[in-house]
């Protein structure tokens, strides 16, 4: 079994020791609600190990087990980070929120946020909302999906016959009479917007 100084330690790191209001009056000690708080996070891993401990091998490993319990919360977080900046993108109106803002806010370039989620974030998110509509069809960009050149190459969905899009392509979108279209991060959102939709969520800041 584990030492009883490295699961010490672990916790140590992991949950820093709380500091109780009786143990120093000074200034900067953590209510008692926060201490309460800390000791039960505490608490709860050492349960999930015991656990652990019992289903798996005597010799489970808190500090792998810390390990792994942070790896799935990181996990988890990436993925909830990538539907916000779908969501916040692509269904936002009538003015989605720009990749610099967005970017600012999740500590990433604003190529970084185009490049954070595809087609499955949008429709998951689209989903989770309730804002997603059968007749979207939404596919990651590949050239091979398409028989033309030019959407191979650029967004054909956005501009117009004398003043084409020249903006580099990220999905495949499919419009009503079923024809398959490139399109841009930049113009997700028109295609949205041809879509009977639900209310529009508009973001005034």
């Known amino acids: ?49 015991e656990a652990a401990t019992a289903e798996h091998s005597p010799d489970c490993d808190p500090l792998l087990a810390a390990l ?42 604003p190529s970084g946020v185009g490049r954070a989620f595809r087609s499955e974030e949008i429709l998951t998110a689209g989903t989770l909302t309730g804002r997603r509509l059968a007749a979207v069809e939404i596919d990651d960009h590949h050239p091979d999906l398409f028989p033309g050149d030019a959407s191979r190459r650029r967004c054909t969905w956005g501009g117009s016959k004398n003043n084409p899009c020249t903006d580099e392509p990220k999905y495949a979108v ?28 508009g973001h005034s800041m």
């Not at 008692?32 to 000791?39: F, I, K």
């Not at 916000?84 to 370039?109: C, D, I, K, S």
């Open 174 to 201: 499919t419009d009503k009479s079923d024809t398959r279209w490139a399109c841009c991060d930049s113009h997700l959102p028109g295609y949205l917007r041809s879509r009977p939709a639900p209310e529009p969520n």
């Open 68 to 109: 792994e319990e942070l790896v799935a919360t990181k996990k988890a977080a990436d993925e909830q980070i990538r539907l916000l900046l779908a969501y916040g993108r692509v269904y936002v109106t009538p003015r989605p929120y720009t990749l610099e803002t967005l970017g600012q806010a999740a500590g990433l370039t």
């Open 1 to 49: 079994m584990a030492s009883r100084e490295l699961l010490d330690d672990v916790l140590a790191i992991r949950w820093p020791q709380p500091h109780r209001p009786e143990d120093d009056e000074a200034p900067g000690h953590l209510p008692g609600t926060a201490v309460a708080d800390a000791w039960k996070l505490r608490s709860a891993f050492l349960q999930r190990l």
